[in-house]
């Protein structure tokens, strides 16, 4: 036998020198949910080891991620019912908790990357991510308050907006309106091709953001449709998105190399909530080994053609290599 696989196995030193794909701590994004308030941590049920956090306390989450290479966040606002309404009214109040984070978190750390969460869903009474009139979501009228929102966060300090309501053409509305408005530098990765999908309740529980009636089937992608992904992520190419995600990732990996394979922007995938509770739990049951399960997953996804990864997992992930290390 002249070729023998094998021999590039045999020891961990060769089998390092030769892999083909690796996770980098730089690649990943650490999702944050942010509470009014001051001193909060709230633990999420259904996400075991993810709390809600107050302001303060999301300082203290970021330093210490800081300190294992995490550098990179994205934040997600949990809004009381008794702020919301018809028109996200409260997100467009320059005072609201969620801007005052932004900016909070910019002072203090000026160099880490910020990504935000543009979609009326978090603040909308409706519970929808976009502008609700007789049961139907109206696109167009959701897209002037996206554009509004996403320019009150780029004041903030946010450094990339991250539209995730799927409205049809809200790249292009929001991308003008940050240009109008001299932030031309704040970049734009949008949820490109996310899809109707059952894994996302543990997200919903976190934000208390679940639809008051129906579902997201008219906006959100049908899961069974893989070529019309194509059609989203030109779309959003040309109308200036500076990075295409697809959401969930794990279910989803034909997705992600499609997209690396008919792009030249940076792919993301978000590693979502369901993602995550379904491997901490199998883990916790003594099912699966999840510290070896975890890294393998976002390796899939990284494999698959992924270069950015929204996680849950990152923090975990970053301790671990230091322990392995160690």
């Known amino acids: ?61 970021i330093e210490s991620c800081v300190k294992l290479g995490i550098r990179s966040f994205v934040l997600f606002p949990a809004v009381e019912d008794s702020l919301k309404d018809k028109v996200a009214s409260y997100a467009m109040d320059k ?9 909070e978190i910019k002072s203090r750390f000026p160099e880490v990357c910020l990504m935000s969460d543009v979609a009326m869903d978090p603040y909308s009474s409706d519970g929808h991510d976009g502008y609700v009139e007789d ?12 554009a509004e929102m996403s320019v009150l966060q780029a004041e903030a300090g946010i450094d990339i907006v991250g539209p995730s309501d799927m409205m049809d053409g809200r790249v292009e509305s929001i991308r003008d309106a940050l240009d109008d408005a001299g932030f031309y530098n704040t970049s734009i990765m949008s949820y490109t091709a ?16 679940a639809p008051k009636f129906g579902d997201k089937k008219t906006y959100q992608m049908n899961p069974a ?11 959003d190419e040309s109308e200036g998105a500076d990075f295409l995600m697809v959401k969930p990732a794990l ?25 995550y509770a379904m491997l ?18 976002l390796l899939s996804i990284t494999r698959a053609g992924a270069d950015v990864i929204l996680t849950y997992f990152a923090k975990e992930f970053a301790q671990l290599r230091i322990e392995k290390k160690a």
């Open 194 to 209: 996310k899809y109707a999908s059952a894994y996302y309740g543990p997200f919903r529980d976190a934000l208390d953001s």
């Open 1 to 61: 036998m002249l070729q023998r696989p094998r021999r590039n196995r045999r020891s961990e030193v060769i089998r390092s020198m030769v892999s083909e794909t690796s996770v980098s701590l730089d690649s990943l994004i650490f999702p944050l949910f942010v509470v009014d308030g001051k001193g909060i941590a709230e633990p999420i049920k259904s996400m075991p080891g993810i709390s809600r956090l107050s302001g303060d306390l999301i300082l203290k989450e």
């Open 280 to 297: 901490k739990a199998a883990g916790e049951k003594g099912w699966i080994n999840y510290e070896k399960a975890m890294p393998e997953m």
């Open 95 to 103: 005072n609201n908790f969620y801007l005052r984070c932004i900016r």
């Open 251 to 275: 279910c989803y990996l034909d997705v992600i190399h499609l997209l690396k394979e008919n792009s030249e922007l940076p792919i993301a995938a978000y590693n979502v909530s369901g993602e």
């Open 225 to 235: 449709n893989k070529r019309e992904a194509l059609i989203e992520a030109r779309l």
């Open 135 to 146: 049961g139907q979501i109206i696109n167009d009228k959701t897209l002037p308050i996206l």
